[in-house]
């Protein structure tokens, strides 16, 4: 692709007028740039690697002065040659191809048979795949004209979630009669700044009593989350919000026709987790969850008299479990 651009260049130069104009006095070369530039000798060394030759002390007189203007590179030159002078103005999105592109039109102002020649042979040291180039003469109504390379970075494809199945044991508060043991299974799909989790949990039989009877309660449910994600390294904190469906079991004991129920449980949830990575695919973590009942089961011992509360979940609830957890696909 160099080669195209060069071509390009070499094209226009030898089509474009010539301004006589004296360049400034002083060395055979000026090169005015900023710090970020290549300096003049660098300029120099690739006026003679195309050329194939060092420069003669008389041989060239050029004078050129880089500005930049919103992230956008140019130089106007003045080029003398024996008894041909010219003045030329070059733009271009980097710094290292503009002066390049100077090298190669003072090349070609020297001796354009041998600067074609060497085009083959040598390729631009810091010319970038995507630099455009817009050569033009200020001397002469001439169109500019650019040459732009082809870009040969390959497209970007699309990310794939990672896939994730978690296991963790703990226990829960609130939703049961006393602390219950706590087993959560979860799957989740996650990119680099979020993720969506589906999980279970269920909750260990636990038992209130009252005089004349008592119930035990047991809770299953499913989950949904939608997560923010927040990684340093090997650390990885979820931070997830959701919704809870699932159905509370209470057994009646020690009361006349005592009976089991089921009423439907639904619930809003926030949780915070806190991953750590101790192999590629496999991590070690915690995870709090709390739960604020939306529709939640109550049990009574009704016998002759007025009914008697048994037992009614905690307005919040809440877990805490510890486990691990396998990525697919993690990169």
């Known amino acids: 692709m160099t080669l195209v651009a060069d071509s390009l260049v070499l094209a226009m130069f030898v089509t474009a007028s010539h301004a006589h104009a004296e360049p400034a006095e002083g060395p055979s070369i000026s090169w005015v740039a900023p710090a970020a530039c290549p300096g003049v000798e660098r300029l120099r060394g690739a006026i003679e690697r195309r050329l194939g030759r060092p420069l003669a002390d008389d041989e060239l007189r050029l004078s050129g002065v880089v500005a930049n203007d919103l992230d956008a590179w140019s130089v106007t030159l003045q080029l003398a040659t024996g008894d041909r002078t010219s003045t030329r103005t070059l733009a271009a999105a980097d710094c290292s191809a503009l002066t390049e592109a100077a090298a190669l039109i003072a090349a070609v102002s020297l001796d354009a048979v041998q600067a074609a020649t060497m085009l083959e042979q040598v390729a631009p040291a810091a010319a970038s795949p995507s630099t455009s ?7 002469a109504p001439v169109a500019p004209r650019a040459a732009t390379l082809d870009d040969d970075d390959p497209p970007r494809q699309r990310r794939t ?17 006393a602390v219950a043991a706590a087993v959560v299974v979860q799957t989740g799909a996650w990119w680099r700044r979020g993720g969506l989790a589906l999980g279970g949990h269920w909750l260990s039989p636990r038992t209130a009593a009252v005089a004349g009877g008592s119930v035990t309660v047991q809770l299953g449910t499913a989950d949904l989350r939608g997560c923010g994600r927040f990684t340093r390294g090997a650390i990885d904190v979820p931070l997830c919000a959701g919704v809870e469906l699932g159905a509370m079991r209470g057994r009646g004991s020690a009361a006349p026709s005592s009976r089991t129920r089921v009423g439907l449980w639904l619930g809003a949830l926030a949780s915070l987790e806190l991953w750590g990575r101790v192999h590629r695919n496999l991590d070690l ?3 709090a969850t709390a739960s604020v009942p939306l529709q939640r089961p109550s049990f009574q011992l009704r016998s002759p008299g007025p009914a008697v509360a048994v037992f009614a979940p905690a307005p919040v609830v809440a877990r805490v479990v510890a486990g691990i957890r396998v990525m697919f696909g993690r990169r």
């Open 133 to 139: 180039i817009a050569p033009r003469d200020v001397s």
């Open 285 to 287: 973590g915690i995870a």
């Open 161 to 177: 979630p990672t896939i994730s199945l978690a296991f963790a044991g703990g226990v829960g508060v609130g939703a049961t009669p």
